[in-house]
């Protein structure tokens, strides 16, 4: 048995929801490695977040872009952490919703995910750098 | 130490919010070997989630399902992935803001849940097959 | 390897959203000696939850529990688990929303945390007492 444990910094993207399983993928080759286990991979931001959804039509991506933006508005009157700009606390409060990491299972060297599953990078700040993760697999 | 990794699949659901502790416990015996250690549970859908909540009432399921379907509407006019029905695009938005997995302590060979709490399987489509799950134990 | 597993209580809190991070590390003292891993932290309850933000400015904190309330009303029409409190059935929600727990990659003896992530408690009850959670540390 044993751990791997590996940070690695994915492009900058846009804002919006971007599937990212093969860029992860690409920079974790030692996956192939492990035959049962489980695979924790985590973002080290408050304002951009990692989920699991639908890998094939860009529309769900964009569809969720546009629902979060509407159920956690721009410039609430009530806000009061505002100096970073109008993107910042609704960034803070969709990573709350959507959470700072994802954990799969791990089987035969490969992310045991459903074939309509990938990874979404959750980019909420207009203009960020790339996102740095640090991805921690058990197993064996 | 070890890992013990199943996958199984649960009953088809209504739409709508289940208690489905005893229905996992069911199909894991195995779980009485572990002293200690964590269970992850994983749902390989994007339109279905997983999540730890109240195991009395049936109301809190109900009230469940009433609000997240407020919070996220069919037949949004924005929504642009609509060919799979009305359904379809809240599911993923659901599945993303509830989550695909659960992770819970083990202790003593059971789940060291707080007394009130239960695993939920949300359903959030209309007419869903059984839904798949892959259980891994790690521990000792 | 190994595996640790803790149980601890927080001390009570008002309802909101409060910083954590020294209160758990203060009871996890054995942390320092795993040089990689993961951290599991859990919560044992159904209207408090856990999450991962920003650790520098209240004023995140203050708009996440000005957003949530408004997000997940209480009193609201159709609720029908409504005889522990108007702040009940919202708490659910907001618990199923945000998670039971958190999950930290651990290096070289600490949380390996972005520099500006804390784990919050977030407490949706007017009331409560002391919450108490289940660490389990597994890494070498």
Redo the contacts between chains.
Sequence with gaps: ?S?L?KEMTLTAKSRGFHLVTQEILGQLPELHDFS???A?I?????SASL????NA?P??R???E??FN???PEN?P????IYEGADD?PA??K???????????V?NGRF??????GI?LCEHRNHARGR?L?V?V???
């Excluded at 989920?51 to 639908?54: A, K, Q, V």
């Excluded at 009530?78 to 952490?81: I, P």
């Excluded at 045991?112 to 599953?117: A, D, P, R, S, T």
């Design positions: 048995m751990y444990q049962v286990g489980v924790h985590f973002i080290q931001h408050t989920s699991l959804n639908e039509d529309s769900v964009d569809d969720m546009s629902y509407r159920a956690v609430a009530y806000f009061t952490h606390m803070h409060i990573a709350a919703m959507l959470g700072s990491s994802v954990t799969i299972p089987t045991n995910l459903g074939i309509w599953q979404y740095r640090v921690t058990q197993g064996r």
